[in-house]
């Protein structure tokens, strides 16, 4: 897509990043990169204060794209997730990069370093953004049932564990009657009764 308006974020973390990486300069770097209106710094990207000013952003400068450089995805995905649904844009259009741990924690011998690497990610999440496309939740209802190929000993004990819990078994064989030991099982009787 051209023509995006990015949003881009850089937290300090309090210190876990800022004490390895020139935040003020990661921003200066990436300030100018194609499709960048926003480019911000703030101790902690993830309080409530910064939160409202993304929100605020977002509808004030019509941004299509928010990037997020703090720690991992893991924390907060659903955060950044959150707070691009709140200011009305598709939570997918949201891009997060982890400079704390891939950069800070990982460099801290090396501050020059990190500070490049942080510069790299950060614009690399900024490219990743330009090209995402508005992505909407589906919802597939399944049946719970399982295809089990083989009428073998193992596929039956399969197949009536299955059943007992009340998952709806198909059985596929390709012999034309019961294969190897399962002809041994007298019919009329189920395995281990």
Request: a positive charge.
């Amino acid at each position: 897509m051209s023509n995006r308006r990015i949003g881009v974020y850089i937290c300090r973390c309090g210190g876990h990043i800022s004490d390895y990486v020139d935040v003020d300069r990661v921003v200066k770097a990436v300030r100018d990169e194609p499709g960048v209106v926003v480019a911000r710094e703030a101790v902690f990207t993830c309080s409530d204060a910064t939160q409202q000013e993304m929100i605020q952003d977002i509808k004030e400068q019509n941004l299509d794209g928010l990037v997020v450089a703090s720690c991992s995805p893991k924390l907060h995905l659903y955060t950044f997730r959150d707070v691009a649904k709140r200011a009305g844009l598709n939570p997918y259009q949201y891009t997060q990069v982890n400079i704390r741990e891939q950069c800070s924690w990982a460099h801290t011998d090396d501050r020059e370093g990190a500070t490049a690497k942080a510069i790299r990610l950060v614009r690399a999440g900024i490219a990743r953004t330009r090209l995402t496309e508005p992505l909407q939740p589906i919802k597939i209802d399944t049946v719970p049932g399982v295809l089990i190929v083989g009428a073998g000993i193992a596929g039956l004990r399969a197949a009536i564990g299955l059943a007992d819990i009340g998952i709806s078994v198909y059985l596929v064989e390709r012999a034309a009657g019961w294969p190897g030991w399962a002809r041994c099982i007298p019919m009329g009787r189920r395995a281990g009764s």
